[in-house]
T-cell receptor, first 111, second 114 residues
């Protein structure tokens, strides 16, 4: 069964900490995405990548960065976590055409 | 720019009743459209997709959706809802142009009464 694995289901971090959210896919997909999900706002795209070492800003990139050193791994980095970054973070991958496979999500709380 | 609107934030139906979740889109070309479902605490799972051809598409778990170009709609339906269908449902549009990404609606939360 194809998989997108997010390393943590729940995380609690302190304001100002550097936070790494890891995502690994086993489908050899070129495209990977990071979304955040907040009640009433749906899913908002933070960053995406179409290839190794390539990244593109999504709709809400401020306060975030990403790293894609290997095809199967796409990391989301919060350089200095703030309370307004408390959210559910979803990683997805795609071979193209919009049929995404999602991970189970990481619920991040910043205190 | 493309957009997806799900007018209903929350819908409640009784088990065994029929269901229709609304989705409207705005896009300048023929859209690729999707419905995803999210169970509590989980990621999103693809229910069905429309690329072209037959405007009535079948998906998993007994769901279907109909693409109506004249109404810019892609409504999701199920003839008889089961308690396990309680979840949040997202409509999405894929831009095949330079953006090449999914745009999601804000979601519809479905509650199923016994």
């Amino acid at each position: 069964d194809v998989k997108v694995t997010q390393s943590s289901r729940y995380l609690v971090k302190r304001t100002g900490e550097k936070v790494f959210l890891e995502c690994v896919q086993d489908m050899d997909h070129e495209n990977m995405f990071w979304y955040r999900q907040d009640p009433g706002l749906g899913l908002r795209l933070i960053y995406f990548s179409y290839d190794v070492k390539m990244k593109e800003k999504g709709d809400i990139p401020e306060g975030y960065s990403v790293s894609r050193e290997k095809k199967e791994r796409f990391s989301l980095i919060l350089e200095s976590a703030s309370t307004n970054q408390t959210s559910m973070y979803l990683c997805a991958s795609s071979g193209g055409g919009g049929g995404y496979t999602f991970g189970s999500g990481t619920r991040l709380t910043v205190v | 720019a493309q957009s997806v609107t799900q007018p209903d934030i929350h819908i409640t139906v009784s088990e065994g009743a029929s269901l229709e979740l609304r989705c409207n889109y705005s896009y300048g070309a023929t859209p690729y459209l999707f419905w995803y479902v999210q169970s509590p605490g989980q990621g999103l799972q693809l229910l069905l997709k429309y690329f072209s051809g037959d405007t009535l598409v079948q998906g998993i778990k007994g769901f279907e959706a109909e693409f109506k170009r004249s109404q810019s709609s892609f409504n999701l339906r199920k003839p008889s809802v089961h308690w396990s269908d309680a979840a949040e449902y997202f409509c999405a549009l894929f831009s095949s142009g330079s953006a090449r990404q999914l745009t999601f609606g804000s979601g519809t939360q479905l509650t199923v009464l016994p």
